[in-house]
């Protein structure tokens, strides 16, 4: 959903996991960090093998 809109994952993510996982603000923000930053590495890595950046 976040990559639809073009938002930060945590505009979505962190109130996603708060309301329906109802995990506490501290491990929600945790989370989130950890499943933007596995977005971030398959999108570089992703990308690195059709511009050559092995």
Do not use: D, H, R
């Amino acid at each position: 959903m976040t990559g639809l809109v073009g938002v930060g994952g945590g505009f979505l993510i962190i109130p996603a996991l708060v309301v329906l996982s109802k995990l506490p603000m501290k491990e929600a923000v945790g989370t989130s960090l950890v499943i933007i930053a596995a977005k971030s590495l398959i999108g570089f890595f992703g990308e690195g093998g059709e511009n050559g950046i092995n």
